[in-house]
């Protein structure tokens, strides 16, 4: 079995991680996560993880390197783990926003083979979209990433050009419909519902909206024809939402998102 070094575990780290062991692709006692404050990691080594603060170290024992620190702190990790990266040992995989393949190996060395993708936090319960791209991993290293990405999720192989745009959509996503989730419940609380209430009943439905999409293979207008009866209560309250820009703020969001995404690193650090 492959060891792992998260070098970076945060949220999307810590994600991950978690999310590998549950699908078994990998034990725990084979992934390294390291960051600088060792105290947040403590509940992970006595789940059966590694832990670390020497990312050298961390990379030395692993096959795979995967990189998830933010993008500002990205620099000052390539240069210390420069010197223990070995190109025909490791593939390093990384999972920063804004960051191309070419900027990682100017850093690592031209030989390193890299592969960039994009997962969201449902990746600690095998629910992730994923997006990976790479201009020099063979494609073995290719396919098993793939096929790792494939145990905790989808995976849709991209151009890298469209990265951004994939951080955008699938990472941020998660948040965009999470706040479209609160923001019903918060209607259902003001028709007269408990918010605990609500929120189930708004978790549920959401659910039962994305599994109509997923299992009929239909596009969203059709699915939501069925709902909207002539002259009915349905279609009034779409048209209201759409009247205060639902569809538009959302385009909009999006777009600005993948606009940040693409400027949030720079070479200079
Ligand atoms: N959150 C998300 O949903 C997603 C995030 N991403 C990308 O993943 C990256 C991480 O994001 P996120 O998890 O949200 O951020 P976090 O801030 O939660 O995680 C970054 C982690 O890196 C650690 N870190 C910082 N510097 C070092 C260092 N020198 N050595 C080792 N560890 C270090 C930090 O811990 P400490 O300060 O203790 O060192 C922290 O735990 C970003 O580049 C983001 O764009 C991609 C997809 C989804
Ligand atoms: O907000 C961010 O910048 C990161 C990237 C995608 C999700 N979270």
């Known amino acids: 079995m492959k060891k792992i070094a998260i070098i970076g575990s945060g949220n999307i780290g810590l994600s991950l991680a978690k999310g590998l062991v549950k699908a078994n692709f990998v034990q725990a006692g084979n992934i390294t996560l390291t960051r600088r404050n060792l105290s947040h990691l403590q509940p992970?080594?006595?789940?059966?993880?590694?832990?670390?603060?020497?990312?050298n170290e961390a990379v030395k024992t692993a096959d795979i390197v995967i990189l998830a620190?933010?993008?500002?702190?990205?620099?000052?990790?390539?240069?210390?783990?420069?010197?223990?990266?070995?190109?025909?040992?490791?593939?390093?995989?990384s999972v920063i926003s804004g960051v191309s393949c070419a900027a990682i190996k100017e850093k690592l060395g031209a030989d390193v083979q890299v592969v960039r993708s994009m997962p969201n936090t449902?990746?600690?319960i095998g629910q992730s979209m994923t997006c990976i791209a790479s201009d020099n991993a063979s494609a073995n290293n290719l396919a098993e990433v793939t096929q790792m990405f494939?145990?905790?999720?989808s995976v849709v192989k991209i151009n890298e050009d469209l990265m951004t745009s994939a951080t955008a959509l699938c990472a941020c996503g998660i948040a965009f419909f999470l706040r479209a989730i609160r923001a019903a419940s918060q209607g259902g609380v003001e028709i007269g519902f408990h918010a605990d209430e609500a929120l189930k009943m708004a978790v549920q439905t959401a659910k039962g909206a994305a599994d109509l999409l997923l299992l009929h293979k239909t596009h969203p207008e059709s699915e939501i024809d069925k709902v909207t009866s002539p002259?009915?209560?349905?279609?009034?309250?779409?048209?209201?939402?759409?009247?205060?820009?639902?569809?538009?703020?959302?385009?909009?969001?999006?777009?600005?998102?993948?606009?940040?995404?693409?400027?949030?690193?720079?070479?200079?650090?």
Not at 150 to 153: A, D, K, M, N, S
Not at 253 to 266: C, H
């Open 231 to 269: 002259k009915g209560c349905t279609i009034a309250g779409l048209n209201e939402m759409e009247h205060n820009g639902f569809s538009s703020s959302l385009i909009k969001g999006i777009k600005l998102s993948a606009l940040k995404a693409g400027n949030l690193y720079t070479k200079e650090g």
């Open 44 to 55: 992970y080594q006595e789940a059966g993880f590694q832990i670390s603060s020497n990312n």
């Open 122 to 124: 449902a990746i600690a």
């Open 150 to 153: 494939e145990t905790v999720g």
């Open 69 to 93: 620190v933010l993008p500002q702190q990205l620099n000052a990790v390539l240069d210390e783990i420069q010197p223990a990266i070995d190109p025909a040992k490791h593939l390093v995989i």
